[in-house]
């Protein structure tokens, strides 16, 4: 564990989770979930790496209303004034503003970390090194901070980072310029290149200089409420984002902030990292059965079949056939089967299409009924029967 007590985390578990879909939910969404069947959710299990390195008082948790209650049911140690719930979505430089004000109300020395909440980091040892150094680096400098990773593929669904001028500390150098998710010959390009890395969406930077950026390039919305005199306490703090946070603009901390600013700065990360919230980050984050299938917590039995994988509900039985490189995801309504290539962009689309042409439950929550026996493929009873003839 870090010894500075002024060292804080902030995990953001706001997002609806769409690109894991139908699995995650608009109103259960992935952060809550235990997906693999492990005893603990996305959110627990990043809570718990990083209170391995910081005081379990200096972790924030930043959501939005609609999952409140779920965080206090999952995360009953974290104190009701280290949950800062959003009246609406909004993307990640709003949810980061408002977190900076909250610390900086007691700490205004602080150095933060910010993480996403649905991350699986694969060396524990290395990520705990990699953060200690990222800490002393933002403490001395008035800088932001990226972890990036070494690309293992030419993946389109992820952003991109490029290292410019080495700065002399340890792995960490300019960065020259940002990608978000190339074409995939560009992300070929970008792996072969060995200049550019994966943007974990992990970052640190001390809180006075993050809060000069974003002062820098969002509306003064906060600031505002502060010059006025209005926020002196968390619960005038609390009422002031209720009525005032949808001014906010939704817009990343990436597009806000880091592609900006001046001093951002990237470290070269060898802690082994994926994105659990795509079917395909996933899928290369898990050790492979024969065929190099993955099968997440589900009862299957295969049969010429290779590089799918696979997430079914408990009691249900899987008999797969003859399929390569598919997605095969079933939660209670919904089945999906797509093929695992960009599937990120595919899942995105089916999701905007099911809203337009289906009913909101499929994107929402699961139906209260199950559908009658014989009306699927996927029957409440119990066995699938999926081979290549079935999808077409």
Partial sequence: MTTKQNNYCVILAGGKGRRLWPC?????????????????????????RFANILPKENIYINTSCDYLDLVREQLPEVAADHIMAEPIHRNTAPSIAWAVHRIMMFDPKANIIISPSDHNIV??????RNIKEGLSFVEKNDAILTMGVSPTRPEPGYGYIQK????????IYKVQAFTEKP?????????????????????????????????GFL???????????????IEDEEAFIHDNFPRYPNISLDHGILEKSENVYVMK???????????HG?????????????????????????????????????????????IIAEKDNVLLICKKEDSSALVRKYVNEVQIKKEKNLIEKPLPTPPKEGSSKFDRGGIALLNEASLY
């Fill in 269 to 279: 990360c060898d802690f082994g990292w994926a994105d659990l919230g795509t079917w």
């Fill in 282 to 326: 996933v899928y290369e984050s898990l050790s492979k059965r024969e065929g190099d299938n993955v099968v997440i917590d589900s009862d299957v039995i295969l049969e010429d079949a290779a590089n799918n994988i696979i997430k079914l509900s408990k009691g249900k039985l899987g008999v797969i056939n003859g399929l390569d490189g598919y």
């Fill in 164 to 171: 410019g001028v080495y700065t002399g500390n340890g792995d």
């Fill in 183 to 215: 074409d995939r010959e560009f992300a070929q390009m970008f792996m072969d290149s060995k200049e550019w890395y994966w943007n974990t969406g992990l970052f640190l930077s001390n809180t006075n200089y993050l809060r000069q950026c974003l002062y």
């Fill in 24 to 48: 995650s939910r608009d109103r259960h969404p992935k952060q809550f979930i235990d997906f693999f069947g492990v005893g603990r959710t996305q959110l627990q299990q990043t809570f718990d």
């Fill in 123 to 128: 060396n524990d040892d290395a990520f705990f």
């Fill in 219 to 233: 509306p003064s919305v906060l600031r505002a409420g502060e010059m006025g005199g209005k926020i002196t306490t």
